[in-house]
């Protein structure tokens, strides 16, 4: 049974959260499974992963600036992904780690994916800004799913809204290896969501956050 997170600012406990409903866009919900994967999982996952994947470092322009962004990337998928200036452009050679996280993803959730972003953030100045998957390639409610390896960062979900009394809205949850969040509904209407740059050190973090993309000019609004 969905809950409500109204009292909760800081989210640890595995659990599914309604953020918020309205009228007009209807539910923004967040699943977050703390133990999706073993320790042992999370470790093996990781260092595969560093060992099959090249992670790039890309420039890009948010906002009209144009800057070097504070994570690497690398990305597969069936069809072209566009954020922010930078196009990414099919890739199907998907290395047996992703494919085989890919596949266990997708009994759990119960959803078709084709494409993953692989973020790895070195250290403690990595990070990613306000942001929200917004792309129109990703339809109009997408189901994005976030699985966590190495460091635990701060992963924090603030209102999209005008309303004075919502702004402050935040929430937060420490992704820590081997888990799972999944945001659904409208969540990347009504939603933005960062990582948070660190002032402790920090080892090393991967994030791999797979989604369903559209080929151009598709026509389904969900
Ligand atoms: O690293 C994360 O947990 C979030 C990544 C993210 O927001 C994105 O790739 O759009």
Redo the contacts with the bound molecule.
């Keep these: 049974m969905a809950e409500k997170v109204t009292p909760k600012k800081i989210i640890t406990e595995s659990g599914d959260y309604i953020l918020s409903e309205t009228c007009s866009n209807g539910k923004s919900s967040v699943v977050y499974i703390a133990d999706f994967l073993s320790a042992a999982e999370s470790s093996t996952l990781f260092d595969q992963i560093q060992q099959q994947v090249t992670f790039e470092s890309f420039t890009n322009t948010f906002d009209g600036v144009t800057e070097l962004e504070p994570?690497q990337?690398a990305w597969y998928g069936e069809h072209p992904y566009t954020?922010g200036a930078v196009t990414h452009e099919p890739n199907m050679n998907w290395p047996s780690a992703l494919q085989s996280i890919k596949t266990k993803l997708e009994e759990q959730i119960n959803c078709d994916l084709n494409s993953v972003?692989c973020?790895l953030?070195r250290d403690k100045h990595d990070y990613?800004s306000w942001?929200t998957?917004g792309e129109p390639e990703l339809g109009l409610h997408p189901t994005?799913a976030?699985v966590?390896l190495g460091e635990t960062?701060q992963?924090v979900l603030r209102r999209i809204n005008n309303n004075k009394e919502n702004n402050d809205v935040t929430y937060t949850f420490p992704?820590c290896a081997g888990s799972l969040?999944v945001m659904k509904g409208a969540t990347q209407q009504d939603w933005e969501?960062?990582?948070l740059q660190e002032t402790q050190e920090c080892q090393p973090?991967i994030?791999l956050?797979f989604r369903r993309i559209y080929p151009p000019n598709h026509t389904g609004t969900d």
Aim: aromatic share 14%.
């Design positions: 994570k990337i954020y972003l973020n953030y990613v942001h998957d994005i976030s966590s960062r992963f992704l969040l969501h960062c990582i973090r994030n956050t």
